[in-house]
């Protein structure tokens, strides 16, 4: 049996959307419980409403939250009753919980798995997000956005959190890794990345297969994208500002054309770039896993984000 926490508070929809994706989880999966935090009566109303099992719902009630205004540092230290905080106490303190879910503020969620979950030998805990490729595989891009500034020690051990994540994730036996840059040659590069490509060719454990340009470094060839936050961050954002502008253009083509076709290929893109279709972002470096959904998640992309997390749980164990 595997237990997921779910943080209600914080996200730009609402309780209620929370624990419908939560309760549609508990239906897919049998060996699922959810444990919720946030306004109890709230959720007890909504785990009625939208029909989950009682039996595998537990509640933490908590009378606060944690908004994207506060302060990440200042609101964990002192928003003790949060619903965030009593999340990230029940992940650390019960080993039947594998991990969290938050769809709140991302600054508070980074710094509080980091104070309650840190390994103790990671230099700086990474967010990762997994995204389609070209050939129709998925490449796990880290950093991107909670570590801005980087050494290349630290990006070395990017490469590692990736190739780990993508191996529980996947089963995938030797991830590749790629190292985003201006270019596909050795010799390009700013220090930082050409510093980092040098260490990479030499690291033990991690297959390195090169630098990779910004037009190819979701092709499929590479099944970790290693690079600081910043650029990190603008992959992520692009990618998902031109997936959402292409699928818009189709679809105003679409329905000024009177063409059916292009409107089910829209459908069919939707389903495939759509964030709320591929789960959230899943913070690494730290002792178990936390996600951080998008604030606009639907009760499909918290249904996707609980797949996620029961799916790394079912391959860890087969390792």
Known sequence: MYTVV?????????????VQGACEALKEFSNLKVCFTGDEKVVEGAVEKFGGDKKRVEIIHASDVITNYDHPVMAIKEK?????????????KNDECIGLINAGSTGALLVGSTLYLKKPDMMRPALAAVLPAEK??????VDTGANID??????VQFAHLGSELMHDLYKIEKPRIGLLSNGAEESKGNALVKETHQLLKKEEGINFVGNFEGTNCLSGDCDVLVCDGFAG?????????MA????????????STGNSEALKIAEQLIAKYDFNSLGGGIVLGITKYVIKAHGAANEK????????????AENKDIY
């Open 80 to 92: 003790t009753n949060s619903s965030l905080v009593k999340a990230l106490e029940e992940l650390k």
């Open 301 to 312: 992309s918290i249904l996707n984000t609980v797949r996620m997390l029961v799916n790394l």
């Open 233 to 241: 961050n603008q992959v992520l954002k692009v990618s998902e500002g």
């Open 136 to 141: 129709g595989n998925f490449t796990c891009v």
């Open 6 to 18: 779910i943080d209600t508070l914080g996200s730009d929809k609402g309780p209620e959307t929370i």
């Open 150 to 155: 980087c050494t290349s020690d630290i990006l």
């Open 244 to 255: 959402r502008r292409l699928i818009g253009d189709i679809v105003k083509i679409g329905k």
